[in-house]
């Protein structure tokens, strides 16, 4: 049988790549063996839904990589490109296999890998193809992403790959010049290549190959929607998809990415979808182990070598705003932020569960109420001062949301606020707007059961509570907290401080543990922090309200007054 197989693919590179991941030869995550236990399954099964693999056609592909094209860059300039194995697998996955009518089976391509692994130059070699030898007439090829720029730095691999290569320079026309140039022409079939951005939206572009970079980076779907629109007049259209791993669940490329896993494990069958994703196994850690480190890395030891990895590893360690960059551009872990503020080894060093109430009663606490808008999650935060026989801040959190549309909300979120409210971690009021009398009332009850000192809150959302709280004669130690960089600043150094000193001990609800997952700081120029709802990637309101309750707690409350107690 291994000899058969050796016959079988000393021609045929993909197959083998497939063989070797999938019999261990080659280190690979958990989707890309899906995606080659898929090639290998089709080779047998494809025919039946009228696939064809054409070994003659990937030969043909890599052969115009090596022999026609250039790589630049540092030690590779001007080197003939020569496909590593994993990049053979995806170029000949894509031009080898073709549909029952003859022409090409892929139309889109989701490809995810650490940084520095070649990806541009890659699907910049596709592009150059796609020009010159895929046999389109007016073929229209373009690098495209949501910002000029960013479609630049995938052009300009193409066009120094044609600056290179003696025949390429030979056979394309340049337009502009430098680091301006901003169309590759192939005369003799009326071709061009070209760099195109949200902005260039309404040009109208026809697409037979389009070339997407960095797409976790968009905001949105409007550059694959643009490009996919234009493809319907094309024979067989293809686009390519590239990017590091995110950090937003709920964007186009983490969609992209978990239509790839569904893909290639089998659990949606779309012959035209292609998917090869880097990706860790559940039980690796890269900060701990190299071994798993070719997972996330096809090329290392080549374009990326281990001493740069360790490099990165090394100040990530002792700085957890930088470990999620690190986890995301290097080993393909999808992180909950883009910088963290907490890291999760942090947060759940933290965890002290639910207080016993014997605990909690005669304590001083100070409280922070981050209102929402009528559908939006609203949070209360209370930290009890240590005791001499309790010697940490005790936390304890609320959260609201209105019942109706709970489960898409959910959906929206990517989180199960049904299971949270089930298990009553989460406060559902009836109707499709948050009931603030219900918030009311909580207040009341904790009010009469615990010693608080003081609540903070923000103005803004306020104004609609304040009637609530004099139609009910509910008096609450309120303090009005601003929520600039002037007083966030103080209090989330002070609950920081809690955090990394383990001098707080938190009542492990889910809610505020994804809270804090999410949470992003901005610095202003003075250096003085706060949290970013803008840039989070999910809700925040519990670390808000945590960081309000801290910084309460750093006032002094002596006796109830007009400014700070409310008695309405």
């Known amino acids: 049988m291994a000899a058969r197989r050796k016959k079988n693919t000393s021609s045929d590179p993909v197959t083998q790549y497939a063989l070797d991941v999938t019999e261990g030869r080659v280190v690979a995550g958990p989707h890309v063996r899906h995606a080659c236990r898929r090639h290998l399954k089709d080779l047998t099964d494809g025919p039946a839904r009228g696939l064809v693999w ?28 020569e496909p590593l194995p994993w990049q053979a ?34 699907i910049a070699g596709i592009g150059i193809y796609g020009l010159m030898a895929d046999g389109e ?22 066009v120094a790959m044609v600056d290179q290569s003696p025949l390429l320079s030979r056979h394309i026309t340049k337009s ?45 779907r409007y550059v694959v929607d643009m490009m996919k629109a234009g493809q319907k007049g094309r024979r067989q259209p293809l686009m390519v998809m590239i990017t590091n791993s995110g950090s937003d669940k709920r964007s186009v490329c983490f969609q992209f990415h978990e239509y790839a896993g569904k893909v290639t494990s089998g659990s949606v069958e779309d012959d035209r979808f292609f998917g090869y994703v880097c990706a860790l196994d559940e039980a690796d850690d890269p900060f701990v182990d190299k071994a798993c480190w070719p997972k996330a890395n096809p090329s290392l030891g080549i374009t990326i070598k281990n001493q740069y990895l360790e490099d990165q590893i090394l100040p990530a360690r002792s700085m957890p705003s930088q470990e999620a960059m690190v986890r995301r551009l290097n080993f393909c872990q999808w992180t909950e932020a883009e910088s963290p503020w907490i890291s999760r080894e942090i947060w759940e060093a933290c965890a002290g569960g639910m207080p016993d109430e014997v605990l909690l009663r005669g304590r001083r606490c100070f409280g922070g109420l981050d209102l929402s808008s009528t559908q939006d999650l609203t949070s209360l935060v209370l930290l009890f001062e240590p005791t001499e026989a309790d010697p940490v801040w005790r936390q304890r959190a609320w959260f609201w949301l209105p019942n109706d549309g709970l489960f898409e909300k959910g959906e929206r979120d990517k989180v199960d606020y049904i299971v949270w409210r089930n298990q009553g971690h989460l406060l559902t009021t009836p109707g499709k707007a ?30 609609d509570m304040s009637p609530l709280l004099e139609r009910e004669g509910v008096e609450l130690p309120l303090v009005p907290f601003g929520q600039g960089f002037k007083d966030m600043s103080p209090a989330l150094d002070e609950y920081e401080r809690m955090l990394l000193s383990e001098l707080l001990a938190h009542d492990s609800n ?8 999410n949470a992003v700081t901005v610095t202003d120029p003075a250096g003085n922090r706060k949290l970013s709802k803008e840039r989070a990637t999910g809700r925040i309101d519990g670390m808000v309200a945590a960081i309000m309750a801290a910084g309460a707690s750093q006032q002094t409350v002596d006796k109830p007054c007009n400014d700070i ?4």
């Open 89 to 122: 697998f995806i170029i000949g996955s894509l031009f080898g296999w073709l549909s029952a009518d003859g022409f090409r089976r892929f139309r889109v391509a989701y490809i995810e890998t650490g940084k520095g692994n070649g990806k541009s130059p890659m």
């Open 565 to 568: 107690f409310v008695s309405l």
């Open 176 to 220: 502009g010049g430098g680091l301006n140039v901003w169309n590759l022409a192939y005369m003799r079939t009326g071709s061009f290549f070209r760099p195109i951005s949200a902005d260039d939206g309404q040009s109208g572009p026809r697409p037979h190959i389009a070339l997407l970079d960095e797409i976790h980076e968009h905001r949105n």
């Open 434 to 463: 948050i009931d603030k009398m219900a918030i009311v009332r909580q207040c009341a009850v904790l009010g009469a059961a615990y010693d608080i000192q003081s609540i903070a809150y923000d103005r803004w959302r306020y104004e």
């Open 137 to 158: 007439p007016r073929a229209e090829i373009y690098a495209g992403a949501t910002k000029k720029d960013q479609a630049m730095i995938l052009f300009r691999d193409a």
């Open 54 to 81: 054409r070994p003659d056609l990937v030969e043909r592909v890599l052969g115009f990589f090596k022999e026609v094209l250039r790589l630049n860059g540092g030690e590779f300039e001007g080197l003939p490109y």
């Open 510 to 517: 889910p809610v505020m543990g994804w809270c804090a997952a």
